[in-house]
């Protein structure tokens, strides 16, 4: 089971990317589908009301926003519990004082509630001047109860864990997330390295072979903090004549196979052993304190075969 502390990853974004994984691919569950979404995570900031600071280098003016919420974790506050049944939580924008969305809430400790805000989140990107952020409060049912101080939003205290301050998930329209060849920085060692280990490792048939990348690596994955590795796997071994049905071998391949055994002088070549499908990863990143969730097609290997 995935422990997101070990991560320092927040409970609400490990959630989001278990979804966001299980829904679109991930290294050991891969999805046929494209991700609709890139999940951008904006963490609270500031004591008097709840801030975030939105990047137009994150989220730019042109880009479609499919949905956004604030996920906030509530908790009952003072000496004693408060005698309120049920009421509302309201959240007002701090720069006019209107109301932007309610909830409704009931006696208890410590819950978290979601504020769909999309139409707000759209202003906040046009203009970027009105973000203020917002506030919360609790309107008990029955005017006699006074309970507006009873509640109080976790934020980024003393005692506070930054896991629990209030959250903002915004999705927009996915862009398509390319790896960068020149990335990887492979050395002049890597490269003149003697290929007979590989050879032997790739004795056999045509198969799917183990390959284990580390994300820490490359600086291609330095905003990466989870998942630490993935299972990229390789494509190894033999397309020898006869070519059995487990290399899923093409007509062409067959006849390639078939020539170069017989008359191997011909120039034909035998066929080679590559990936006929492939799967997808999903990520958690982070940059200047924000979160993001992207999906790389065609990252790990699921069937190699006989081309």
Avoid at 41 to 50: E, K, R, V
Avoid at 165 to 184: I, N, W
Avoid at 209 to 214: C, F, G, T
Wanted: include cysteine; charged fraction near 20%; charge should be positive.
């Amino acid at each position: 089971m995935l422990q997101p502390t070990a991560f320092n990853v927040p409970p609400f974004v490990m959630e989001l990317y278990q979804t966001y994984a299980n829904d679109y691919g991930t290294v050991e569950r891969n999805s046929k589908r494209t991700p609709a979404a890139t999940v951008h995570c904006f963490i609270a900031q500031g004591y008097n009301g709840i801030f975030f600071n939105l990047s137009l280098s994150d989220i730019g003016k042109d880009d479609p926003i499919l949905s956004a919420e604030i996920k906030v974790m509530i908790q009952n506050i003072g000496p004693q519990a408060p005698l309120l049944s049920r009421g509302n939580l309201v959240m007002y924008d701090q720069f006019n004082k209107w109301i932007v969305q309610s909830v409704m809430i009931q006696r208890g400790g410590a819950r978290s509630f979601v504020f769909p805000v999309l139409p707000l989140v759209k202003r906040w990107i046009y203009l970027p001047r009105l973000n203020h952020g917002v506030y919360i409060m609790l309107h008990p049912d029955h005017p006699g109860d006074d309970n507006q101080g009873s509640i109080n939003v976790k934020m980024d205290s003393p005692g506070a864990a930054i896991v629990n301050r209030p959250l903002l998930v915004v999705q927009t329209q996915s862009k398509s997330q390319k790896v960068e060849a020149l990335s990887f920085g492979t050395s002049h060692n890597q490269l003149s390295s003697p290929r007979h280990s590989r050879a032997i490792r790739d004795e056999g048939p045509c198969s799917r072979r183990p390959m284990r990348i580390e994300m820490g690596k490359s600086i291609l994955w330095r905003d990466v903090i989870f998942p630490k590795f993935f299972d990229a796997y390789r494509c190894g071994g033999d397309c020898k004549y006869p070519l059995d049905k487990k290399v899923n071998p093409t007509n062409h391949a067959i006849v390639r196979a078939l020539l170069f055994s017989s008359r191997p002088d011909q120039g034909s070549g035998e066929p080679c052993c590559v990936p006929i499908k492939l799967g997808g990863m999903s990520t958690i990143e982070k940059h200047n304190n924000r979160y993001s969730m992207h999906f790389y097609k065609e990252m790990a290997v699921e069937e190699c075969g006989c081309r």
